[in-house]
């Protein structure tokens, strides 16, 4: 595959994906493979690899939870269907001094936001069965990946087959801490000057809820 710079959209960081991950299928076989999408970005990136896989798109709902007085700024995440699994980035989280409970609160929080998700993504459908499977972790790209994390050791206890992490663009370094945290790592562009996932897109707009609905609407394995 040529390297690359840059990406048109969210749909051709899909196309570029899939063929991807068809490439690396052919020469390690995926055994009743699952397409897990984090929204929102995630989901138009899944949509082409869940096609070309011929496999299920599901979602999978990680909230972070964010330092305070800044909220974006992610010191833990929490994922759905584990309760227990809120992964810290400790090299932030070690530095701050939280207010008592505050990992806890954020805790709940997430719990309660990811079951509204849910219900207004699905319907009220349940998660699709992860264990003895092949399962493919897609997003829209990586930066710290306190988020990715979060997913990986949920979903680690769930009992899958394996685990695969794709992504259009990430830094070498989080690469190199995902390859040891699941078996296989698939992403074609890894700039070593790296400033922000929008950056490696020519449009980055804020993915609404009316897209992801549509998307789901047509992808395998809903309805």
């Known amino acids: 595959m040529p390297a690359r ?12 994906l899939a063929q991807a991950l068809t490439d690396h299928a052919a020469r390690r076989p995926l055994h009743d493979p699952l397409v897990l999408a984090l929204p929102r970005g ?18 999978l709902f990680v ?14 995440a929490v994922v759905e269907g584990a309760e227990d699994a809120v992964v810290t980035n400790p090299e932030i989280a070690d530095g701050l001094r939280l207010p008592e409970g505050w990992l806890e609160e954020g805790r709940l929080r997430g719990i309660a936001e990811i079951a509204r998700q ?7 459908r349940a998660r699709l069965p992860v264990a003895g499977r092949s399962v493919i972790i897609v997003d829209d790209g990586v930066a ?7 997913a990986i050791a949920a979903l680690h206890r769930q009992n899958p087959r ?15 801490r995902l390859r040891e945290a699941v078996d296989h790592v ?25 897209e992801v609905l549509a998307v789901l609407a047509r992808a395998p394995g809903q309805g």
Not at 9 to 15: K, N, W
Not at 63 to 76: D, M, S, V
Not at 118 to 124: F, H, L, P, S
Request: with cysteine; net charge negative; hydrophobic share 45%.
């Open 118 to 124: 849910r219900d207004d993504y699905c319907a009220g």
């Open 5 to 16: 710079e840059r990406y048109r959209d969210r749909a051709q960081a899909g196309e570029v």
């Open 63 to 76: 909230r972070k939870i964010g330092a305070p007085g800044q909220p974006e700024f992610a010191i833990a």
């Open 162 to 176: 394996d685990i695969t992490v794709a992504v259009p663009v990430a830094p070498p370094e989080t690469l190199e």
């Open 144 to 150: 710290t990946g306190t988020s990715l994390f979060a």
């Open 186 to 210: 698939i992403c074609p562009l890894a700039p070593r000057l790296f400033q922000a996932v929008g950056f490696f897109y020519d449009d980055f707009h804020q993915v609404e809820d009316d």
């Open 42 to 59: 995630g989901v138009p990136v899944a949509f082409p690899v869940a096609q070309a896989l011929d496999a299920p798109l599901d979602l």
